[in-house]
C-alpha cells in the first residue's frame, strides 16, 4: 500500500506561479512512476506531468515550458512547479503513484483556480 497526500490548492491570478507537493508513505520502493493529472469541469482527466524511478520525465503539451516536476527522495516527496498559469489551467490536480505491480494510487485531489 502507497498513501499519496497532495498539499492544498488555491486560487492564483493568470500570470501567477504555485506549487504543488506530493507526499508519499507506506511501500515507497515499490513506486516505478509518479506524476500528476487534472480533471476540470466537464472535462476528462487528463496527463500533466510524469517522472518515472530513471528520473525521466514527460510534460503534457499544454503545460510544457511553464510547469516543472520534481522529485526528493530524501523527503519521499514530489512537486509541481506551475509558473505562468491560464485559466485553461483550472482544474483538480490529482497526484498518482504507480507501483509495480501496475496498481495505481491516487491522492484526494486540490483545486487550482486561475481567475483574476
Known amino acids: 500500500q502507497v498513501q499519496v497526500v497532495e498539499s492544498e490548492g488555491g486560487l492564483v491570478q493568470p500570470g501567477g506561479s504555485l506549487r504543488l507537493s506530493c507526499a508519499t508513505s507506506g511501500s515507497i520502493a515499490s513506486i516505478v512512476a509518479m506524476g500528476w493529472r487534472r480533471q476540470a469541469p466537464g472535462k476528462q482527466r487528463e496527463f500533466v506531468a510524469g517522472i518515472n524511478s530513471d528520473s525521466r520525465i514527460n510534460y503534457s503539451d499544454s503545460v510544457q515550458g511553464r510547469f516543472t516536476i520534481s522529485r526528493d527522495n530524501a523527503k519521499n516527496t514530489m512537486y509541481l512547479q506551475m509558473n505562468s498559469l491560464k485559466p485553461e489551467d483550472t482544474a483538480v490536480y490529482y497526484c498518482?503513484?504507480?507501483?509495480?505491480?501496475?496498481?495505481?494510487?491516487w491522492g484526494q485531489g486540490t483545486q487550482i483556480t486561475v481567475s483574476s
Open positions: 498518482y503513484a504507480l507501483v509495480a505491480d501496475f496498481r495505481t494510487y
